[in-house]
C-alpha cells in the first residue's frame, strides 16, 4: 500500500470568493478536472457531513472515490476559505483539502491530498505523487479558464 502526499498551487486572476464558489461546487469538478464526474450522495455538501462521490476515469478503468465533509469555512472579512475532505474508500483512504486566500488583485489556492492506495508498492509512491501532483495542476488550469469565461 503506497501513501501518496501531494500539495498544488495556483494562482488565479479572480476574487477569492469566485474561486471558492468553483471549488466547493462539487458536480462542477467534472467541468475542470479531467474524465471526472462528480455525484452528490447526501446531505448538504458545503457543510460538514455531506457526502459525494467523484468517478474518474472510464468504463472498466473508473476510479470510485468516495468522500464526506470534514471540515468547510469561509471567512468574508478575510476573503479566505478552507475546506477537507475524508475519503471514505473503497480505494482511495486518508484526507484532502484547499485553502483559497486573497492574493494581491486575485486568489491562491493550495491543494493537498493525503491518501493510502491499496495495490500500488511503496517503492513506486514517488511516481504516482508527481502523475496525481500534475494532474491536478492540469485541473487547476482548467478551473482558471472556466473562471475566465464565466466573466
Not at 100 to 112: A, C, I, K
Not at 123 to 140: C, D, E, T, Y
Request: hydrophobic fraction near 45%; charged fraction near 20%; include cysteine.
Amino acid at each position: 500500500m503506497a501513501l501518496i502526499e501531494f500539495t498544488v498551487v495556483h494562482e488565479f486572476d479572480a476574487s477569492p470568493r469566485v474561486v471558492w464558489d468553483e471549488m466547493i461546487d462539487w458536480p462542477s469538478h467534472g467541468d475542470w478536472i479531467p474524465a471526472t464526474r462528480v455525484i452528490v450522495d447526501a446531505g448538504n455538501v458545503q457543510e460538514v457531513g455531506g457526502t459525494f462521490t467523484g468517478y474518474s476515469g472510464y468504463g472498466p478503468l473508473t476510479l470510485v472515490d468516495r468522500m464526506r465533509v470534514s471540515a468547510i469555512d469561509w471567512d468574508e472579512a478575510a476573503t479566505q476559505g478552507s475546506c477537507e475532505v475524508e475519503k471514505l474508500g473503497p480505494v482511495l483512504r486518508g484526507r484532502a483539502g484547499f485553502v483559497v486566500l486573497g492574493d494581491g488583485e486575485g486568489s491562491r489556492v493550495e491543494w493537498f491530498e493525503e491518501v493510502t492506495v491499496p495495490y500500488v508498492p511503496q517503492f513506486l509512491a514517488p511516481i504516482v505523487n508527481k502523475v496525481a501532483a500534475f494532474g491536478f495542476s492540469l485541473g487547476m488550469r482548467q478551473l482558471a479558464k472556466v473562471i475566465a469565461q464565466k466573466d
